[in-house]
């Protein structure tokens, strides 16, 4: 973008919130865009804040927003941090054959999203004609974690060791995105499945 930018040019922002926190516990899966907004996690709270000061500046001062409630996005160069990102960060344990530590019996669920298909949802949304605002961007197909770790372990050739711990309050059982107003309005859908973009994550780091 050009340092300088003429007040008459409008800027279009397109921020990436949290599909997997700012609904809170589903009361219905999949979970769509105008179900109630719950968050249970700081997380959760800060994204949909910020998702409320873009509605306010919105309605006050004309801004031109879109906002992306992405799933649980992974692939290669994804930021190793201990509390996010199980995928990335259970490739990189296992793959230098450390145990891995998952709270709870791995039953939980939740959908994951491949980098490049988030990469498509935000050029998309940021050339969007249409009226909505807010959608989410997930693979609408959910995985267990204990199954997530099978699928790692295949792709790296590994045989997964896990220590299981107390499950958390704040853990859900259950996040699925229903994306169904991003392929309409945005005509956006998933295209790469998650195993292929495991075994392209996993292929990334040789």
């Given at each position: ?5 003429r ?6 922002l ?7 926190t700012v ?10 865009e ?17 998702e409320?000061?873009l509605?306010?500046?919105s ?8 906002v992306?409630?992405?799933s649980?996005?992974f ?16 490739i ?13 019996d ?14 498509r ?17 997930g693979?609408g197909?959910g995985?267990?974690?204990i199954?997530v ?15 299981f711990?107390?499950?958390r309050?704040?853990?859900i ?13 945005l005509?956006?859908r998933?295209?790469?499945?998650f195993?292929d973009?495991?075994?392209k ?6």
């Open positions: 973008m050009d340092e300088i930018v007040q008459d040019q409008r800027i279009r397109v921020f990436v919130s949290s599909g997997g609904y809170g516990a589903p009361k219905t899966t999949p979970i769509r105008d179900h109630p907004l719950d968050p249970l996690c700081s997380y959760g709270i800060v994204k949909l804040a910020i409320k000061y509605l306010m500046h309605a006050l001062k004309g801004l031109d927003y879109r992306l409630r992405v649980n996005p692939g290669p160069g994804q930021h190793l941090n201990p509390t996010q990102g199980v995928v990335g960060n259970f990189h344990q296992l793959s230098q054959g450390r145990r891995l530590s998952v709270w709870g791995g039953s939980i669920v939740r959908d994951y999203i491949y980098i490049d298909d988030v990469v949802a935000l050029l998309l949304a940021d050339r969007h004609a249409g009226v909505g605002r807010v959608f989410n961007i693979s197909h995985h267990r974690l199954d770790i099978e699928i790692i372990g295949r792709a790296l050739g590994k045989l997964p060791e896990i220590d711990g107390a499950a309050s704040f853990d059982p259950v996040n699925i995105l229903d994306t169904s107003v991003a392929r309409q309005e005509e956006w998933p295209e790469i499945p195993e973009g495991v075994r994550t996993v292929e990334s780091l040789k």
